[in-house]
């Protein structure tokens, strides 16, 4: 009860601190549509939602792109609490919460472990990442929470009784609904892991009609969200850097490169002297996690991008597994039990160091000290981001056009039109959509200095036409904002987040306000 | 009988398993409690200079090898575009290879259209490595520089025992900021080359060529 109300504390305060940022309210923008339309339409009459210069839709302009549970339910709680930053992600912090009580329940009902489904609980709600991305609008948790419910369902009985087998099928079904990505590379890994170890206790029948009910569940969705049109941007080329990408992400964020080397030496061992694995219950289903994760990992890598976000529903897995082997050095010796549990518990040091002194560690250098990525106490970061949040570039823009631009005024923006779109009654343009039809010189224009590249590798046409439109044109008056031009606002990326200001100020944010005589100057 | 040449308590495996498992995990925590920012800068207020630094030196040398890779990247294309711009040297008969590598230049006269535009692809995509790394590098060059410079003038001509590291540390500052000047007339250089390139491939007998191919 004590960690479940510390997470709910460490998921929902200031769940409105900061504004939804760009993906979130690609989300939030299209359930808004869900009211209005009843589908998520990419239209509103006004703005475009588009992030990939507008092939996310058809003529209809029916939203097509990702599968629609997330954006259903962002709606239903835009529904029930009001079109608010803290209606639109309180379902899936809920989630998050869910997926705590759901780690210990998992632990505790199959092998009666009470230390070990707390210490695994606890460190799934101290693992910040997870934080972070379960406190956004958008489909991170639910996939976390699904994964869960399937290898819940996948421990009960489910070759016999009915229930277990319709959870199972059920989470399947919808984790695909809500990223079919996480689909394939969990329900591939878990599939193929499962067969290896637990081929005893899955009757081929049963495993059948399962896998053809799963099967018929997604078949829709296999065509409506145009997945065949995604897959043509599969780039042989990349699957090394994204493997190298994820192994390094998820060494650096989620399970330490020693206790990874623990394991592997561990069962390589136990492979070398032919003993035998364990038949423990406990050491088997670590196994199977560990393989279901490396196996997921595997999968991902032919994905177009290889963003740690794609790995966020494997953050219960491994709190699983670490939970395991801390209670294990524990019964090994006192001491260490307890100090690997602090390190794990309260510090990213395990993570990071081992990698540091390895030279192998991705430290980009726009990041500062105050980031996960260098030593640091991740918890007092968070809970500093909690207790004084600083405005984003995100807060300041959309504060700035609240005061300053009028509704239905038009703004071209290289970046963050989506939360414009979603705070600021005006008609939003640019961004990462497609091309942007100007019937009249935009009253507003915000350049951002970090410039966004598409996926041919050429300029947004947003930022050429905002240079076009300054090079040409003294209509438009500059205005330097004191908030910093940071490339994101609350993205949860801990290559990204900044948990309060960043050390070195880069650029203010610049805007440039169209000269008018019938304007009165703020 | 063995004789024990250590003094103190023979330890058995198990003993020096916990031993070890103890000791590793306070290495890490020590040095964890070391490298807290706050604690660097509670001892050596200019160590995250010194480590930015050490990044950015890094990241130079990501620049280079990226700048190096675009510009063979770019000579390979040069040696195709050849062959490229005279349609009678590229038989429409001949059948053409599959292969998606960059082939050498004898190889050049069958290189197929998508390999043309996927070899284009991947020097735009290592051009927009190099540049997104490159604008960043500048923006924390300048503040680098801004920030050196204020709290050198804060010291003003008084004597302190930081000022000469900080002057150190500014005149490094100056040292990449005019190798990243060559860096980003290089990629200037390199880019005007590429458009150049991208250019002729999108050109009406470049056109001519794909459609010979098609037929």
């Not at chain 1, 690997?340 to 002194?357: F, I």
């Not at chain 1, 915000?446 to 050429?464: A, I, K």
Request: proline residues 7%.
């Amino acid at each position: 009860m004590i960690i479940l109300a510390l997470g709910a504390f460490l998921l929902l305060f200031g769940l409105d601190n900061r504004p939804f940022w760009q993906d979130e309210a690609e989300t939030a923008c299209l359930a808004k549509n869900v009211l209005k339309y009843g589908v998520p339409r990419a239209y509103d009459g006004v703005n475009l939602v588009s992030q990939e210069a507008g092939n996310e839709y058809g003529s209809n302009y029916l939203w097509r792109w990702s599968p629609w549970l997330q954006i259903y339910v962002a709606a239903a709680a835009f529904k029930i609490g009001g079109l608010t930053t803290y209606a639109g992600r309180f379902p899936f912090a809920l989630m998050g919460l869910a997926c705590i009580f759901l780690v210990y329940q998992l632990v505790r009902h199959n092998f009666g472990d009470r230390p070990w489904a707390l210490v695994a609980a606890a460190l799934l709600i101290s693992s910040v990442p997870f934080l972070l991305y379960a406190r956004q609008c958008r489909y991170y948790s639910l996939g976390a929470f699904l994964t869960l419910a399937s290898l819940y369902a996948f421990r009960e009985k489910w070759q016999s009784r009915t229930f277990p087998a319709l959870l199972l099928c059920l989470s399947l079904g919808l984790l695909f609904y809500s990223n079919y990505l996480l689909f394939f590379s969990f329900t591939g890994a878990a599939l193929l892991a499962a067969g290896l170890l637990y081929y005893s206790e899955m009757p081929l029948a049963r495993s059948l009609k399962l896998i053809i009910t799963v099967g018929i569940i997604i078949l829709p969705g296999l065509f409506f969200f145009r997945i065949h049109q995604q897959t043509m941007m599969v780039s042989q080329g990349a699957i090394l850097a994204n493997l190298e990408t994820y192994l390094g992400d998820f060494f650096q964020f989620m399970f330490p490169l020693p206790l990874a080397f623990y394991l592997l030496w561990r069962w390589g061992q136990l492979l070398w002297t032919r003993s035998g694995l364990s038949e423990a219950p406990q050491e088997k289903f670590i196994l199977f996690l560990s393989l279901v994760v490396l196996g997921n990992i595997l999968i991902l890598t032919p994905a177009p991008q290889g963003e740690f976000r794609y790995l966020v529903h494997l953050y219960p897995l491994c709190a699983i597994a670490l939970g395991w082997i801390v209670c294990r050095a524990w019964r090994y010796q006192k001491f260490s039990g307890a100090l690997l549990a602090v390190l794990l518990l309260g510090t990213n040091w395990l993570y990071v160091l081992p990698m540091d002194w390895l030279g192998i560690i991705n430290r980009p250098v726009h990041n500062d000290p105050h980031m996960l990525i260098y030593p640091n106490l991740p918890l007092k970061l968070y809970i500093s981001e909690l207790s004084s949040p600083y405005p984003d570039v995100s807060h300041n823009l959309i504060r700035f056009f609240q005061t300053h631009a009028r509704p239905g005024e038009t703004i071209l923006t290289t970046y963050d039109d989506l939360p414009l779109q979603f705070y600021i009654p005006c008609r939003i343009l640019g961004g990462l959509g497609g091309p942007i039809v100007l019937t009249q010189p935009p009253d507003w224009l915000v350049l951002r200095w970090y410039p966004r590249w598409n996926r041919q590798y050429d300029l947004n046409e947003s930022e050429v036409l905002i240079r076009q439109l300054l090079s040409n044109s003294t209509d438009y008056q500059r205005m330097v904002l004191a908030g910093e031009d940071e490339i994101f606002g609350n993205q949860p990326d801990p290559y990204f987040h900044h948990f309060i200001p960043p050390v070195e100020s880069l650029s203010p944010l610049t805007i440039y306000e169209k000269k008018s005589p019938s304007r009165p100057m703020p | 009988m063995r004789k024990n040449l250590l003094p103190g308590p023979c330890l058995n495996p198990s003993s020096w398993g916990k031993l070890l498992l103890a000791a590793g995990l306070l290495l890490v925590f020590v040095q964890g409690l070391l490298q807290l920012y706050e604690v660097q800068n509670f001892f050596s207020p200019d160590k995250y200079h010194a480590i930015k630094l050490n990044l950015i030196r890094k990241e130079c040398f990501k620049i280079d090898r990226g700048l190096t890779s675009l510009q063979g990247q770019l000579n390979i294309l040069t040696r195709l575009q050849q062959p490229r711009a005279q349609p009678d040297l590229v038989p429409s008969s001949r059948p053409l290879s599959d292969s998606s590598s960059l082939l050498p230049a004898d190889g050049a006269r069958c290189y197929p259209d998508s390999s043309w535009q996927a070899a284009i692809h991947a020097a735009k995509k290592k051009r927009v490595y190099v540049a997104r790394k490159l604008n960043h590098l500048n923006l924390i060059l300048q503040s680098m520089h801004r920030d050196l410079e204020a709290k050198l003038s804060d010291i003003g001509s008084g004597s302190s025992a930081r000022k000469p590291e900080k002057e150190k540390t500014l005149e490094q500052i100056r040292e990449i900021r005019a190798i990243w000047q060559t860096y980003n007339d290089n990629l200037n250089d390199l880019s005007i080359r590429l458009e150049k390139l991208a250019e002729c491939s999108s050109s009406p007998q470049a056109n001519t060529i794909s459609q010979n191919k098609k037929r």
